[in-house]
């Protein structure tokens, strides 16, 4: 992979400095595409070379293993193509949700309001069709290209996409998404951004957004929120090693400094028992644990 691609991959790349957690071994292998076709190409080098692959966005949705990831983990950072148009805007994967969100609020595009202060990724955003405030991606997706498995680029509508709460087909078929074109309205650009600000405020009061995390650790149980029943049960605060149920919102876990992934996996299994026993309510992760492939 190295002698093929360059500098465009990297080896033992530390991965906790790449998730929002800070947690993480090394990748053996990292790569950083700028285009599609550069994509394409390490998908399929690495299925020749029969080396497990894993894409990443942001990575503030994610929980490497504390052993890192044996393989290749592909980087969508560098592939960050956006144009306007008058109905919406068009985003490459790696593009900055919120970055796209500020723009369109400053265009005077209306659709992105809810996206603003979400750290992902567009590829990541679609993966997990990230939302806030009642609003979520499938609101505005009208089609995305995506890459299969053997290397071929395709298009998918809205309507092909199965989304729900935090769920899309892309978590099933394992193919890459490579950018997305967003429907957006003509609204005030000045409103817009006040949209935008307010929320921000409301994240920063609310959010323990000065330590690393990945955001709810917890899906959204049906009829209660995660982090009131965590709350209730008096985790608030309850740590192992460096993970902390945060004090500011309990639906947060939080790294106080040096939390392994070992850390964040017991206080999610106790967090779980403690609320089943009481609220008789089994908890489902959001956040995702990516084992190292050559652990299973
Ligand atoms: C402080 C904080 C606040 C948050 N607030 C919210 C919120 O309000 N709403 C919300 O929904 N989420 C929130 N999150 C969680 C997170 O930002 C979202 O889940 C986001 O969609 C993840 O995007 P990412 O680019 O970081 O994806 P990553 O974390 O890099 O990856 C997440 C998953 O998507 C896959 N993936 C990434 N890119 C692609 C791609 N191009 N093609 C296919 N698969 C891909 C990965 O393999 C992985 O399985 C928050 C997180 C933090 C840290």
């Known amino acids: 992979m190295k002698q093929r691609f360059g500098n465009m991959i990297q080896e033992n790349l530390p991965l ?101 202060g979400i750290p992902a990724s567009v590829g990541g955003a679609v993966y997990m069709n990230a939302g806030a405030y009642n609003a979520q991606i499938s609101d505005v997706l009208t089609y995305s290209r995506y890459l299969t498995k053997d290397g071929k680029i395709l298009t998918r509508t809205s309507a092909e996409h199965g989304f729900g709460y935090r769920k899309c087909v892309y978590q099933k078929t394992g193919e890459i998404v490579l950018g997305a074109y967003f429907a957006l309205k003509k609204g005030d650009a000045t409103e817009l951004r006040t949209v935008c600000e307010k929320r921000m405020a409301s994240r920063r009061e609310k959010q323990p957004l000065e330590f690393p995390s990945a955001g709810s650790v917890f899906k959204r149980p049906f009829g209660s929120f995660a982090g009131a029943l965590i709350e209730n049960a008096g985790l608030k605060g309850y740590r192992i090693g460096g993970a902390e149920v945060s004090e500011k919102h309990a639906g947060f876990i939080i790294n106080r400094g040096g939390a392994t992934a070992s850390d964040v996996l017991a206080l999610i299994a106790h967090i779980r028992a403690e609320v089943l026993e009481r609220y008789g309510v089994l908890l489902k992760t959001e956040i995702i644990y990516i084992e190292n492939p050559a652990h299973i």
Not at 26 to 35: H, Y
Request: net charge negative; aromatic share 10%.
């Open 16 to 116: 906790a400095a790449h998730t929002t957690f800070r947690i993480g071994g090394a990748a053996r292998l990292a790569g950083f595409p700028t285009s599609e076709e550069e994509l394409s190409a390490m998908l399929l080098a690495a299925k020749e070379e029969a080396i497990p692959y894993r894409v990443v966005g942001r990575g503030s949705n994610l929980l490497f293993d504390d052993s890192g990831y044996d393989g290749l983990v592909l980087f969508t950072a560098q592939m960050k193509r956006v144009v306007w148009d008058e109905g919406g805007v068009w985003a490459d994967a790696g593009v900055s949700l919120t970055a796209l969100a500020i723009e369109a609020a400053k265009r005077g595009l209306a659709g992105l309001e809810f996206a603003y």
